[in-house]
């Protein structure tokens, strides 16, 4: 069946550093790729997302890299804050209407030391 | 805008007993899922709707699991009886009928099956 891995499970980086989570995918018919962050006593927040026909997207400390024959996309963080601090999830999906399950990595629990 | 909101946000009760989560999606979409988040993964969908349809179900364990969305709008997940194994994080999420894969998540239910 549909299979994302992520990694790694834990990071740990000092304020100001970059942070990279890398997700692999099994579905060669996946066309959308969002990501999460999961804070403690609130919901997962969509951070960034991109699409098949894009291979990178960038909004301001935060961009997503996709490469499809590799099937394999990433998160990068630049310039942590400990506010990002928080636990990431990647997803994968199919068209809404070839179905359109999210398919979810297994999470990394990204921490900023100030 | 309000977003995705849960009830209750944790729930203790002992093994055989029910359970029931409500959730109130986002106002005008269309689209409710309800995700099934043990500690450490990511979530798993349990069911789709679509307005009031179950479009998806496959993964929802029917024995002892039950969903319904009457008027299309706010849902409720039942389990009866509950294990101790569905101690988990329950997960509501919608999305609009303009922008299909973009999921908005709630905060969750936790529930600890004792």
């Known amino acids: 069946g549909e299979n994302v891995e992520q990694h790694p499970s834990t990071l740990s980086v000092q304020e100001g550093d970059s942070a990279v989570i890398k997700c692999t995918y099994s579905d060669s018919a996946s066309n959308y790729f969002p990501w999460y962050k999961q804070e403690l006593g609130k919901g997962s927040q969509l951070i960034i997302d991109i699409r098949s026909n894009v291979g990178e997207k960038k909004d301001q400390r935060i961009a997503v890299t996709l490469n499809k024959t590799a099937k394999h996309f990433s998160l990068h963080i630049t310039e942590t804050q400990p506010e990002d601090s928080a636990v990431y999830f990647c997803a994968a999906s199919r068209d809404y209407n070839q179905g359109g399950k999210l398919i979810f990595g297994q999470g990394t629990e990204l921490s900023v030391k100030p | 805008e309000a977003g995705v909101v849960q009830s209750p946000r944790y729930k203790i009760i002992e093994k055989k007993q029910p359970v029931a989560f409500w959730c109130n999606p986002i106002s005008g979409h269309n689209t409710l899922y309800w995700y099934l988040q043990n500690l450490g993964q990511g979530p798993e969908l349990l069911i789709r709707?679509?307005?009031?349809?179950?479009?998806?179900d496959s993964q929802l364990p029917k024995d002892r699991f039950s969903a319904e969305r009457l008027k299309g709008v706010d849902s409720t997940l039942k389990i009866q009886p509950a294990e101790l194994g569905d101690s988990a994080v329950y997960l509501c999420?919608?999305?609009?009928?303009?922008?299909?894969?973009?999921?908005?998540f709630g905060p969750g239910t936790r529930l600890t099956v004792l």
């Open positions: 999420a919608s999305s609009s009928g303009t922008s299909r894969d973009t999921q908005y």
């Open positions: 709707y679509e307005n009031e349809e179950a479009v998806d």
